[in-house]
């Protein structure tokens, strides 16, 4: 299946409309699995959170591999309990798939586990190493954040902007930054910016720096393709400027598992804090 064009209300031509419809269908129906075993946490924690977050993480993961293969047979799935999986069809040793869905199937499983209403569905599809789009829902607040790479990015439908505070010292961060040297560069970077939050889900926090909620956004490592393959995006898309901790580009499908890092800030503040932490 090739790309499609689709004319929106507002006259852009937007390449990959029809696999964003999907991401996001899919999205809701797998945050709606998510809500109904939220739910009812109380009566099957004591089967351990542990095995809450899997059944559902398998099943929200399943629900989407299995829709995209139905409609996109030719394009690859990444995901983070299945690990790389091929196209359908594909034989050993054809060269890859150009495309890649990308999924976190339940993003805060921490909170998710403990009934704290902070987690989401990450969705995303790269073409020849580029996420062309993304899709960040949260069920809680039914709130659905997307973006495509010629489109803007959109909070339920409407168009949102990264936040463009004067000062620094207004700002809202999270700083999930580690390793030798770096906490003192955090502790001196938190003197700057008074209010830092840690919410607990990457996917999640980074969208909110695409609608201002949050102004700066910073984890050095420990991230993985699906914690921001859709998020970046969205946030790149509100005009975020988006790189890993060392200033190159924030997405590389080269990068292993868990050795992602990132920094989304506004365009304003990205070197100030660049410097900071670096």
């Not at 009566?43 to 351990?48: E, L, N, P, Y």
């Not at 999270?174 to 030798?180: D, F, I, K, S, Y």
């Given at each position: 299946?090739g790309?499609s ?12 409309a ?10 809701h129906?797998a945050g709606?699995?998510?809500?109904d075993?939220?739910?009812h946490l ?5 089967k ?17 591999m ?7 047979p ?6 983070e ?15 890859k798939p150009?495309?890649v ?11 998710y ?11 995303a599809?790269v ?6 789009a993304?899709?960040v ?21 409407h ?8 000062q ?5 961060a999270t700083l ?9 560069k ?7 910016i008074?209010?830092?939050?840690s919410?607990?889900?990457?996917s ?15 984890q050095?490592?420990?991230l993985?393709a ?21 200033g ?5 499908l080269?990068?292993?598992?868990k ?5 989304a ?5 990205h ?6 932490l670096s």
């Amino acid at each position: 299946m090739g790309e499609s064009h689709h004319h929106d209300p507002l006259g852009r031509s937007e390449a990959y409309a029809d696999e964003l419809a999907l991401a996001i269908e899919l999205a809701h129906r797998a945050g709606q699995i998510q809500l109904d075993r939220y739910e009812h946490l109380e009566d099957i924690r004591a089967k351990g959170p542990r095995d809450v977050v899997t059944e559902v993480d398998h099943l929200c993961e399943a629900l989407v591999m299995e829709a995209v293969q139905e409609r996109y047979p030719a394009d690859a799935f990444y995901a983070e309990e299945i690990g790389e999986v091929a196209a359908v069809g594909a034989k050993p040793g054809e060269p890859k798939p150009s495309r890649v869905w990308i999924v976190d199937p339940l993003d805060g499983t921490i909170n998710y586990a403990n009934g704290i209403p902070f987690f989401c569905i990450s969705i995303a599809l790269v073409a020849n190493g580029t996420p062309v789009a993304g899709v960040v829902y949260d069920p809680t607040r039914d709130e659905t954040f997307a973006g495509s790479i010629d489109g803007p990015s959109l909070r339920n439908g409407h168009q949102v902007h990264v936040g463009d505070k004067e000062q620094l010292e207004d700002a809202v961060a999270t700083l999930a930054v580690g390793g030798r040297g770096t906490v003192r560069k955090r502790r001196e970077a938190l003197r700057k910016i008074r209010a830092h939050r840690s919410m607990g889900s990457a996917s999640l926090t980074l969208a909110y720096v695409g609608c201002g909620r949050f102004d700066v956004y910073a984890q050095s490592a420990g991230l993985s393709a699906w914690d921001v393959a859709a998020a970046g995006l969205i946030a790149e898309r509100a005009g975020a400027r988006v790189t890993t901790l060392d200033g190159k580009p924030w997405f590389d499908l080269a990068t292993p598992a868990k050795k992602w890092s990132c920094l989304a800030a506004s365009p304003r503040h990205h070197a100030t804090i660049l410097e900071l932490l670096s």
